[in-house]
């Protein structure tokens, strides 16, 4: 991840996002495709066994919060982490663990251990529609100023011509 300093940094860039593909970041930016599959997987703990179940509840709650930018569901982002090697799971599929990633997927891993990104996916979220708000506010504020009417206008119908 030689595009940022830090992949939490770049983790808040594509928070701001809507409707991101997986499949899509896989062919055509592979270090988003890692970051993301990385946070996902950060998600579990490498010391526990989880069920299916557990695993679609984990995803699901994710995917509800940190993860709201991607396009896809709890079952698609389970096949993407067991098929990158980020989730083991045995033969029958009902017994998961934390898998064993490449090593710049762990290494991504490793960077975002012990951060709440659900939290800063918010704090991103919120900043930016703050940032947003302001803008459109200033917007409205020049725009309003130039409407103003002049002292002595005449009033004018728009559409009409008076002279």
Not at 87 to 92: I, S, T
Not at 128 to 136: G, L, S
Request: net charge neutral; hydrophobic share 45%; charged share 25%.
């Amino acid at each position: 991840m030689t595009s940022v300093r830090h992949p939490v940094e770049r983790f808040c860039v594509l928070a701001l996002r809507r409707g991101l593909s997986l499949g899509v970041l896989h062919s055509s930016n592979r270090d988003d495709f890692v970051l993301l599959l990385a946070a996902a997987a950060a998600a579990f703990r490498p010391d526990r066994t989880y069920s299916e179940r557990e695993v679609n509840d984990i995803l699901r709650a994710w995917l509800s919060t940190a993860g709201t930018m991607l396009d896809v569901d709890h079952v698609e982002l389970r096949r993407w982490l067991v098929d990158n090697r980020l989730l083991d799971r045995d033969g029958f599929g009902r017994a998961y663990a934390a898998g064993h990633p490449a090593p710049e997927m762990a290494a991504v891993i490793a960077a975002l251990s012990g951060v709440d990104l659900g939290q800063a996916a918010e704090a991103a979220r919120t900043s930016d529609a703050r940032m947003r708000e302001q803008r459109k506010r200033l917007w409205l504020e020049r725009a309003n100023a130039g409407a103003a009417p002049s002292d002595g206008a005449q009033d004018e119908t728009p559409g009409t011509f008076s002279g």
